[in-house]
């Protein structure tokens, strides 16, 4: 009889937490539905106006770039441009993000700060493209050139989360180090740096998204090989759906980077200090 | 030897800032004549100060060999880029607005804008000159491309922190639609609508000059692109100059003003994501930490 009643009470007794939740889970599903729908629904759209609205040499649909793609993996094109890419980027953007961060640690004093804020204004001004073709006209289609480019116009955006980090510096610390007679190096190492690294990792990140996208421009300048280089190639021979592909397939996987790898390993490491990383 | 007011003077930052051209135009000139001796072979060409110096002064009194002269040139770019801008921010902010007002709109564009934020302009810029071909559609559509995410983030963020109790407020006193509106929705609005702007205008500006490299036949992009061709590295370094100065000209003549004017009434403007002053003498770097903000996007995810 007892478990007769029981079962019969149980499912009119719901509690609170039960019903936040359900409502929760009932929003995730919606959210979820309308996600998905918009991805059908863009695909669609894209498919229909290839070869309808616009030529399909022009435009070639989702399904024909999915093609597009195992062709050219099947000429193994792609390993070798994600490589030649992947290390110019590698290059500059490393030599870009310890010089933007130098120069935010050297900008902790005052006459620095002033020394450097034109320097940091005119690079986050100035479109990447003028770096790019400055350093193609004077390098040609040397190595040296892209990275320079790279470190222009990427250094700055290391530079402002650095100096965003110092002004949040515990004042105390730096206080207490100055009353010890601490040395610059030693209170750099010990105070500064560990306080400074999630806002250089804020820098690493918005730094990458900037550098990718440079890098690329700049293959399409002055390089013989990379996925910038493919574009251009593609492009000049009015190869659509190449062109397509290599973008498409670039872009996905620099914001794979971006978005799932560079934020997990943010969350793993910064999780302890969400307060203070910045925004 | 110098004074204590030499001193003073020597460890001002004013002096750091002004030094700093001079620093520059010194490395160059050292870089200039060292590379010549010890490894003539890592460059092509490397201009002289003087040579730019000439091209700009050449340019600004409209004696040139490119088609047009300087003031047409960045006036045929500047219509492009505020036709662009325009449309990008209509657009922008009827999509933002009904991302920030309802659940399922979000969750519909949420995606594609980050798409849109995180597409590179040189894939708009070669894709568009492949489809429109040259002249003005191009340019255009690509400052469109580029400009219009940046407005949705920030329209949407906007709505999202209009204060509900005001809402709340104008319901109960039974205030019309429109006129909530116009007293609640917009001036809370106005902040984030300024930021998108400035947002829009500066990317639209980087993506324009790509897509007039590629697709266009005038326009600033298309002429630095003519000196690149014709091998003048005076002549890309000299306007490199000129773009430069015109995105800061056009942001200390026009939005700090504008900006000015419009948050007179408001004391203090705390927002954080929002972008006000971005030339400010004092506020300089700590606002333009925010500049690449497709951080905005993920915060309410």
Known sequence: MATVTKNETQPTRVTEEELAKRARRKERFQTWFWRLLSYVVVLAIWEYCSGRVLEEALLPGPIRVVETFFDIWDKGKIPSAFQATLTRIGVGFGLSFFIGAFVGILMQSKWWAGFFKDAVLISLAAPG????????????????????????????????NVSEGIKAIPKDLLGMSRAFHIGVVKRNRHIVIPHLAPYLFTGLRFGFSIAWKVTVLTEVFSSSKGIGFEMRISSQLFQMDE????????????LFLEKVVLEAIEKRYFRWRQAVTAS | MLGHYGWRVLKSPI????LFPFTMLALWLVSLDTIEKIWPFAIDVLPTPGEVGRFMWNELITETLARRNLYETFWISLRRLLT???IAMVVGTIIGLIMGLFRAANAFFHDWTMVLLAMPALA?????????????????????????????VNVREGVRNTPRELFDMARSYQVPRLKTTRHVLFPSLMPFMFAAARYCFSIGWKGLVIAEVFGGQDGAGWTIKFWYDAHRAHGVVGYAAFFVIFAILFERAVFEPISKRTFRWRPNLAGAEIVEEVFDEENTLEDFASVPSSEMIDDNE
């Open chain 1, 129 to 160: 493209l003028i770096w790019v073709l400055i350093t193609a006209i004077i390098f040609g289609n040397r190595a040296i050139g892209p990275t320079i480019a790279i470190i222009l116009t990427t250094f700055a955006l290391v530079t402002v």
């Open chain 2, 124 to 152: 708009w810029a070669l894709f568009n000159s492949l489809i429109f071909g040259f002249g003005d559609k191009g340019p255009i559509i690509t400052v469109i491309l580029a400009g219009i995410p940046f407005v949705i």
């Open chain 2, 15 to 18: 002096f750091a800032r002004v």
């Open chain 1, 243 to 254: 062109f397509l592909t290599w973008i498409l397939l670039f872009f996905f996987f620099a």
């Open chain 2, 84 to 86: 662009g801008f325009v």
